[in-house]
């Protein structure tokens, strides 16, 4: 593995640490690595209208983007899981907004791990060219 992809990772966990979840008491971390370099970072936050909570994947892309950074090389996600964390449909959405080749590195506290691009997780995703 990169090692750019590790120090996501870790970033990604430092982040889960930071997680809201009173509810489900299941905490995520995510970080996305930007074209300059910036990381920023994201944990799920819960609401008691549960509705409203929002997930790591999307906190981080959203902060990047409020930072001014679009262009994505790497996302990772981790969680206490028995098999590498995977983003929810919601988040792969968000993702592929940004790019179909974005590798995403899927992680769990066991330092297991998988790399897939957001395309092999939501294919024929709807896109921009949709809209046309």
């Known amino acids: ?3 750019e992809f590790k120090k996501l990772i870790k ?5 889960r640490k930071r997680a809201y979840t009173p509810y489900s008491k299941f905490q995520v971390g995510a970080a996305v690595l930007c074209a ?3 990381i920023f970072t994201g944990c799920n936050i819960e609401n008691a209208s549960f509705g ?3 997930c790591a994947e999307r906190v981080a892309i959203f902060k990047a983007i ?7 090389e790497a996302i990772a996600v981790i969680g206490d ?12 959405q968000v993702i592929s907004e940004f790019g179909e080749d974005i590798p ?7 330092g297991d791990f998988k790399i897939k691009k957001i395309k092999e997780l939501l294919p024929e995703a709807f896109g ?3 809209l046309l």
Not at 11 to 15: N, T
Not at 66 to 72: I, V
Not at 104 to 110: F, G, Y
């Open 1 to 3: 593995m990169k090692e």
């Open 11 to 15: 970033e990604a966990e430092k982040a």
């Open 36 to 38: 300059d370099g910036k």
């Open 52 to 54: 409203l909570a929002v």
């Open 66 to 72: 409020s930072e001014g950074s679009t262009k994505f």
């Open 81 to 92: 899981t028995d098999k590498p964390c995977s983003p929810c449909g919601a988040c792969r």
């Open 104 to 110: 995403l590195i899927m992680a769990n506290l066991k």
């Open 128 to 130: 921009k060219n949709d």
